[in-house]
């Protein structure tokens, strides 16, 4: 077959071209990114033992199904007008997560910020427990059994609460859950994503700042309109 050779080098050039753009090049821009300065110390700060194990919990409740944990550059969607963060994500918010769990479906809103969005305990167990009980007409489901029900009259543990004649008991995998959800904040300002001027104890931008001017995550600028997170 005379085309042979032109075939075997078609599939070495797309084969060589794909692992350059998508393995290499890649790995030159972000492979070397390390903790920064930002914030009240290095960024991004590490996680409790307890949101560690919250972590795992999370991927094992399968919860990336339905969440992500990526806020979208303005322009890019309406992640910003759904009030899912105050600047979008980058990669150094990742740094120390193993893995990193981006998700793979909206079905729920992002969770970049929930930590910061929703900073309440008891909101998230008796949301987890029992989702409509916070979100009316919630279509989330609800994880009953990461939670204790005994019959009332103990003395009632931290974060608990009576529901008729039960006393509803979260169980360390709750616990261990929620310390991860709260954990997630995208807040720091980083020179690659500053966040709103009104945010930061920055000085003005023209004092050296590294905000680029016509800051794109300044909220005025959003020209999405909001979209009902489905
Ligand atoms: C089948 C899809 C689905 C799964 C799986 C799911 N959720 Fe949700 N989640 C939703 C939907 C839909 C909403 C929006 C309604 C609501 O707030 O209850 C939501 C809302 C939330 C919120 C509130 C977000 C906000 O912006 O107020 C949190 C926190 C949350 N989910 C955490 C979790 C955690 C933790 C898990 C895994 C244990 C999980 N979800 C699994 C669908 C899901």
Redesign the pocket.
Known sequence: MSGGPLLFLGVLATTALSFWTLVIAPAFQLGRQDLVEAGAGRYPTGRSGLAQRGAD??RS???V???TQQVRPRGYGSDFARG?GERRTVAQDYLRDRPVLLGNLR?????AN?GA??PDPKW?FE??YD??R??P?????A?RF?FERRSAGGGLPEDAWVEGEYEIIPTPEAHA?VAY?LSLQSQVSLPEAPLPQSLTNAPPADAGTNAPAGDTNTPAAATNPPAP??
Request: glycine content about 8%; overall charge positive.
């Open positions: 919990v999370y409740m399968g919860c199904e339905c969440h899912w079905i729920g809103p992002d969770l929930i969005r929703q998230h949301h987890l989702p409509k916070r979100v007409g919630s279509t989330m489901p994880y990461l859950l959800l997170a489905k």
